[in-house]
């Protein structure tokens, strides 16, 4: 039986302030905004996504609970996994080993290049095939054993 996994990419977040790292930049509130419409999207189109897992950081976490709470969703799980600049390998290891408690509808809520790498790599390619924008959608079917998958449709924010 094939799984569905969506792929959100965080909203918009600060811009990096002199002495803050990357990994603490909150959203921002055209990126909450963002994330209300992602969440308002998927309620118009009825997709009930049984769990959410997450990047643990902020811009990401943040998104995610916006998601959740306005979808009504179950809290999102945090994932070291997620986090940015997490190799593609490690990321399809994890998935591959989640697999058998993943829901038939998962959200997962990161970071780019990351996902458009394991987009691509999922659906049998080295190279990227597609580029994830900030609080852009992207839902692709995959097989029991990951050696399958297709992407259905990516929609940016701008659109939803």
Not at 12 to 36: F, H, M, S, W, Y
């Amino acid at each position: 039986m094939n799984k569905y996994l969506y792929f959100l990419r965080h909203a918009t977040a600060e811009v990096i302030r002199p002495n803050q790292l990357d990994i603490d930049r909150c959203l921002i509130e055209k990126g909450r905004l963002q994330a209300r419409r992602v969440a308002d999207f998927m309620q118009r189109h009825n997709l009930n996504l049984q769990q959410v897992l997450t990047s643990p950081y902020p811009r990401a976490v943040q998104t995610a609970a916006i998601v959740c709470k306005t979808a009504g969703f179950a809290a999102a799980t945090e994932q070291p996994w997620l986090a940015l600049e997490t190799p593609v390998e490690q990321a399809v290891a994890q998935l591959q080993l989640l697999w058998p408690t993943l829901a038939e509808h998962t959200l997962l809520v990161g970071h780019e290049p990351d996902f458009s790498l394991l987009i691509s790599r999922l659906l049998g390619t080295e190279m990227p095939v597609i580029n994830i924008r900030k609080a852009s959608l992207s839902c692709i079917s995959v097989s029991e054993d990951l050696a399958q998958a297709e992407l259905q449709w990516s929609v940016p924010a701008r659109f939803m």
